[in-house]
C-alpha cells in the first residue's frame, strides 16, 4: 500500500448528499449467498445426526479427533493449575469490575395499585438453559467469556452451558469456572450454533443463544432464530467498528492506536475518524502507517486502511451529527471538557469520553459489556446486559370492588372494539358479585 493514499482524507462539506451517505456505508461481504448455502447445509446435518455431525465437523474443520464433546469435570476443576499468579489476578481485577457494573443495572420488581383494588405487578425470572458462545481462533477470548458468563451468572440463569471449539485453551476453561460454567462442549463454529439451537445426545437445546463469531457463526444464528420453533438470539453482531471524534487537543498518537485497535480484529472492520482539523488527519494517517510498520496483523489492518475514512467537518457539532447517523459500536471522544457533549449522543453502542479512555479498556477490563450492536443497530438496539438474560412478566391481581370500579371502563372499551367476549368475561363477574351482594343483604 502507498505509504500516505490510505486513508483518504474528504471534505465532508465538499460532498453531495448522496456521497455523504455513501462514506458511512460499511463494507459488504460479496460471498453472503455461498455462506448462507453452507450453514444451511451445517444445521441440516447437525438437525438430523446430532453428535455424530459434531465429531464430523470438529474433524473437517479443526482438525481434532475429540472422543468426547464435553469437558469432563476433573479438567474444569484443575484448569487453573498451570496459570501464573499475575495471569489470574489481571482476571479477578477484570471480572470484579463487571460484576461490579453488571451487578448496579439489575431490575428490581415492581408493584404499585394502579386503581383503587387493582394491584400490579412486574417480576423478572431469569432465562431457564442458555448457550454462550466464545469463538477460537489464533487466541483465546476469556474477556468474551467473562462479558457472557457473569451476567448469566448475576441473572440466575438455571443451566449455563458453554462451547468452544477444540482444543479449548486452559485459561477459557479456568474462566468459565470463575463464572460459574461447569457444562463446557468442545464443538465451534455453526456447528455449535446449530447444537445449542436445536440439541443433539449430548448438547441440550438451549432458550437463547449468545455471544460473537465470524461470518458463519452469525448466520447460523440468523438462521436458527428464524427457523420454526427456533431459537432466540442475543444479537447479530458483525465486524467491529471505531468512530472517533477528535478536536485540537486530541493525540495523533492515541487516535491511530485506537483506530488500529479495532482494524485488527479482522478485514471487515471498519474505522473513522472525524475531525474539524485537517492537521489532526495529516498527523494522524502518518502515525497510523509508523505504527502498523510493527504489528503482527498488518495485512490484515491494511485491508481495513482501504475502506476507512477520514472526514474533515466544518464545526465540532457536525462531527456529532454524523456519528449519530452512523452509530458506531464504539465511539471515542477524545476532546477537550468530552464528558460535557454526552448529552448530544443519541446513537452508539459504547462511549468512551475524553483522552484516557481507550476502547481497550472497555474490551477488557473497566465493567461495561463488550458485546455492542454494530452495522448501525446501536441506533434501536443497546449493548448485552443483564436484562439479556432474564424475561420480565406482568401480573394483575383485581379485589371485586376494583373489579366493580373498572368495570365500565373495561366494558366501554370492549363495545368499541366490538369484542362480546372479552365484554361478558367481564359483566358475568360484576353481575355475579351484585347478586351476591344482594342476597347478603336479604339476609
Not at 460532498?15 to 460479496?30: A, F, G, M
Not at 447444537?195 to 438451549?206: D, L, N, Q, R
Request: aromatic share 6%; proline share 5%.
Amino acid at each position: 500500500m502507498n505509504s500516505h493514499e490510505h486513508p483518504r482524507s474528504i471534505y465532508w462539506n465538499d460532498c453531495s448528499t448522496s456521497e455523504q451517505k455513501t462514506l458511512l456505508i460499511r463494507p459488504i461481504n460479496n460471498k453472503l449467498n455461498d455462506i448462507y448455502t453452507n450453514v444451511k447445509n451445517i444445521l441440516t446435518q447437525v438437525y438430523n445426526e446430532g453428535d455424530h455431525a459434531l465429531f464430523k465437523f470438529n474433524f473437517d474443520f479443526d482438525n481434532a479427533q475429540t472422543k468426547q464433546l464435553q469437558i469432563p469435570y476433573e479438567i474444569i476443576m484443575h484448569s487453573g493449575r498451570n496459570l501464573s499468579n499475575g495471569i489470574k489476578q489481571a482476571i479477578h481485577t477484570a471480572m470484579a469490575n463487571i460484576t461490579q457494573f453488571h451487578q448496579a443495572h439489575c431490575y428490581s420488581d415492581v408493584h404499585l395499585e394502579t386503581f383503587p383494588g387493582v394491584h400490579c405487578q412486574q417480576i423478572i425470572r431469569p432465562l431457564n438453559i442458555v448457550g454462550l458462545y466464545i469463538p477460537g481462533g489464533t487466541a483465546p477470548l476469556l474477556s468474551t467469556v467473562m462479558m457472557l458468563g457473569i451476567p448469566a451468572h448475576i441473572a440466575k440463569c438455571r443451566r449455563v452451558i458453554l462451547c468452544s471449539p477444540p482444543p479449548i485453551p486452559d485459561i477459557i476453561i479456568y474462566t468459565a469456572q470463575l463464572c460459574g460454567i461447569d457444562e463446557i462442549y468442545q464443538v465451534g463454529g455453526s456447528q455449535a450454533i446449530a447444537a445449542m439451537g436445536f440439541g443433539t445426545e449430548s448438547i441440550p437445546k438451549v432458550n437463547k443463544i449468545f455471544g460473537p463469531g465470524n461470518i458463519w457463526v452469525t448466520e447460523a444464528k440468523r438462521q436458527i432464530n428464524l427457523s420454526p420453533n427456533g431459537t432466540a438470539i442475543d444479537m447479530l453482531a458483525g465486524p467491529s467498528e471505531i468512530l472517533i471524534i477528535a478536536d485540537h487537543t486530541a493525540n495523533p498518537i492515541f487516535i491511530a492506536a485506537d483506530l488500529l485497535s479495532q482494524a485488527e480484529h479482522g478485514p471487515d472492520s471498519h474505522v473513522i475518524l472525524i475531525t474539524p482539523h485537517a492537521y489532526i488527519v495529516e498527523q494522524t494517517k502518518h502515525e497510523l502507517h509508523k505504527q502498523l510498520k510493527i504489528l503482527p496483523r498488518s495485512n490484515i489492518i491494511n485491508n481495513v486502511l482501504l475502506n476507512s475514512r477520514m472526514i474533515i467537518t466544518s464545526n465540532l457539532m457536525e462531527c456529532f451529527s454524523i456519528s449519530n447517523s452512523y452509530a458506531p459500536e464504539h465511539l471515542s471522544i477524545q476532546i477537550e471538557n468530552a464528558s460535557d457533549y454526552l448529552h448530544h449522543i443519541t446513537n452508539a453502542g459504547s462511549i468512551f469520553l475524553g483522552h484516557w479512555s481507550p476502547g481497550t479498556a472497555g474490551d477488557y477490563a473497566s465493567g461495561p459489556n463488550h458485546v455492542l450492536p454494530t452495522y448501525g443497530h446501536a441506533i434501536t438496539t443497546s449493548g448485552l446486559g443483564v436484562i439479556d438474560f432474564q424475561k420480565r412478566m406482568s401480573v394483575q391481581q383485581l379485589t371485586q370492588h376494583g373489579l366493580l370500579q373498572l368495570s365500565s371502563t373495561i366494558t366501554t372499551l370492549t363495545k368499541i372494539e366490538q369484542l362480546k367476549a372479552h365484554e361478558y368475561a367481564v359483566t358475568h363477574r360484576i353481575n355475579y358479585i351484585k347478586e351476591q351482594n344482594e342476597r347478603s343483604l336479604l339476609g
